[in-house]
């Protein structure tokens, strides 16, 4: 593992992911009309986390007995870099691992072995599933949504990236039976045709980076984010079993190399559809004022409100979507807030001092009928809008 830390392609997958937290937080930023968040500590929280995973994902690896030889690895990463010119969630193995097996497939190169590619994908998504599990809520930006049928309602934009650092299996030179091997299945075959002739195992470096991309709108995000980790812990165990299916199953490669980037994006397409034909959580109510998100250490944050809660008044003065609630600041050097909590909507009182230099209230609400800044989710993206897009950047 220390090797792998020291290889430049980690940190210049941390430097990829350190641009994309720090796109993440003025978005955030933006919303809440402050300087309220930095981007490192989400960077490192990311670094601390896909070290994490990446130890899991090593000790797996070596239980699965997956080997990798270094011919296998050099299309990835060229792949997967071109894929994120697109969009940045196609900085994935899913896609380009898929995209590189059906070529070898189909015109016979690369020269790889897509069982180890297609099983590398698939234990590097049993990582990413526990990953969304225990982070992939963190950070989630606050937006306006313009859902199918017209409606702008509030919800969160969940983007994550984590670097992992792995360490597997390396093909060497001597050749040793399948009953040494460790691991549950024999996934070191190097052709379909091969016979039972295994080749020795030390272990190589390899970085990868896992990405995540979702939306909260039914949902709140650590609800979203544990439906997404299912799904995607579902797609990497079939994953796995295709790959083992594939030693000796040509039609099994190509089924395993078109359901790597099909199943993957039909995890997403299972998540965006259900928040899409849920109800809505952050919509307007008809008492107060619903609360989107509260920035951390801000006066309504230390006074109680979290994201979802209805705030009734401020400082005794009942508010609505009608009223601009930073106002009050300007009058009082504390925030006394009346609030209902919680999915139960609990009435709640709390007081919060106002500190120097502090001149918002900290949240942001749902957006009322009226809102004409929102991100239009029944817009089709076109390849010609794709071009345009790749041409400005």
């Not at 919303?31 to 994902?57: C, E, H, K, N, S």
Request: proline share 5%.
């Amino acid at each position: 593992m220390a090797d792998v830390l020291t290889e430049w392609i980690f940190w210049l997958v941390v430097g990829l992911v350190a641009l994309h937290y720090r796109h993440m937080a003025l978005e955030r930023d933006s919303l809440f009309g402050v300087v309220a968040r930095r981007a490192w500590p989400d960077l490192l929280t990311a670094v601390a986390y896909g070290i994490i995973g990446g130890l899991a994902g090593t000790m797996l690896i070596i239980t699965v007995g997956l080997s990798l030889d270094g011919s296998s690895l050099l299309y990835l990463w060229p792949i997967a870099v071109l894929l994120m010119l697109i969009n940045p969630r196609f900085l994935c193995f899913a896609y380009a691992g898929g995209i590189l097996a059906l070529s070898n497939l189909i015109f016979g190169f690369p020269s790889l072995n897509i069982v180890q590619i297609l099983a590398l994908v698939a234990v590097l998504h049993m990582v990413e599933s526990v990953l969304i599990l225990v982070s992939g809520h963190l950070g989630a930006v606050p937006a306006y949504f313009r859902i199918p049928g017209g409606r702008v309602v509030g919800g969160f934009n969940l983007q994550k990236l984590w670097p992992i650092p792995i360490a597997v299996l390396s093909v060497a030179g001597n050749s040793i039976s399948f009953s040494s091997m460790p691991g549950w299945w024999p996934l070191l075959r190097t052709s379909f045709s091969g016979g039972p002739e295994y080749l020795a195992c030390g272990l190589i470096p390899v970085v990868a980076c896992l990405g995540y991309g979702d939306l909260a709108i039914s949902r709140s995000p650590n609800q979203k984010s544990r439906l997404s980790a299912l799904y995607l812990g579902i797609y990497s165990i079939i994953l796995l079993f295709l790959s083992y299916l594939s030693q000796d199953m040509r039609t099994a490669a190509f089924i395993a190399a078109l359901f790597s980037p099909l199943g993957h994006e039909l995890v997403i397409f299972l998540g965006r559809r259900l928040e899409l034909k849920g109800k809505p959580l952050y919509v307007p109510t008809e008492r107060g004022l619903r609360v989107l998100d509260v920035l951390v250490d801000t006066p309504v944050w230390r006074a109680g409100v979290r994201s979802g809660d209805v705030i009734l008044s401020i400082n005794g003065r009942e508010i609505s979507g009608e009223m601009p609630p930073d106002q009050f600041l300007t009058e009082e050097r504390y925030c006394e807030v009346e609030f209902l909590h919680g999915q139960d909507q609990v009435y709640k009182r709390g007081t919060a001092a106002v500190r120097d230099g502090q001149e918002v209230l900290g949240f942001i609400s749902v957006p009322d009928s009226f809102e004409n800044r929102y991100v239009d989710l029944g817009v089709k993206r076109t390849f010609g809008q794709f071009l345009k897009k790749l041409v400005r950047r």
